[in-house]
């Protein structure tokens, strides 16, 4: 079938560790998102990628980082320098950026620092 | 039953009863619009789209309206079922923003049997 797949579904980190969640898609999409979700809140946009080898930093990026070695694949990495980082993460990928379609998302990482 | 927007988070419908639930947006510049449904624990489901060359699209039992004029959108739900419970989040696109989506705060949607 096709989709997004995040994994794993939950995640626990030590303070001043660095870990990260994979995102996989096989939807053959050029652009790819990462959000974060905070209890009851909306989401904001951490980082995006619109083609491969190229990424931008969305409203929320410190202490984030990413990569986009292959179409299918957006990883992310919450690093120490993230203050808060326990929340609900989300990977996108949508068909054409910049020309409105939707995106369609995982089913999210839960991370908590323990 | 009806919401009105930021101020009324949380919105209770009786099963069978008609649901609105409202959202005000942020940018005038922005011109195509999507309503997520998001049940607990997951991410987000399409629910319907909207472009801002239009002021409404129906799909179904869901109805979307756009009025431009006063940046507000709204989502209609016929005959609300126990299974339309869940958050539903508006998400705005600018065309020359790369494609990224600005979400609301999302509005939970109860219903009761």
């Known amino acids: 079938d096709g989709g997004i797949t995040q994994s794993p579904k939950y995640l626990f980190r030590k303070e001043g560790q660095n870990v990260t969640l994979s995102c996989e898609q096989n939807?053959?999409?050029?652009?790819m998102y990462w959000y974060r979700q905070d209890p009851g809140q909306g989401l904001r946009l951490i980082y995006y990628?619109?083609?491969?080898?190229?990424?931008q930093k969305g409203d929320i990026a410190e202490g984030y980082s990413v990569s986009r070695e292959k179409k299918e694949s957006f990883p992310l990495t919450v690093t120490s320098a993230q203050k808060n980082p326990t929340a609900f993460y989300l990977c996108a990928s949508s068909i054409f950026p910049g020309t409105g379609t939707e995106a369609f998302f995982g089913q999210g990482t839960r991370l908590t620092v323990v | 039953g009806e919401n009105v927007g930021l101020h009324l988070p949380t919105l209770s419908v009786q099963e069978g009863d008609n649901s609105i639930i409202n959202c005000a947006y942020s940018n005038s510049a922005s011109d195509y619009f999507i309503w997520y449904k998001q049940e607990s624990g997951k991410g987000p489901q399409f629910i319907i789209d909207i472009r801002s060359n239009m002021d409404k699209r129906q799909g179904q039992r869901v109805t979307v309206l756009l009025n431009k004029t006063v940046k507000h959108l709204s989502l209609q739900i016929a005959a609300t079922q126990p299974g339309d419970s869940a958050v539903y989040f508006c998400a705005e696109n600018k065309n020359n923003q790369g494609g990224k989506l600005i979400f609301g705060q999302g509005t939970e949607l109860s219903v009761k049997p």
């Open positions: 939807l053959n999409h050029d652009a």
């Open positions: 990628s619109q083609i491969v080898n190229d990424f």
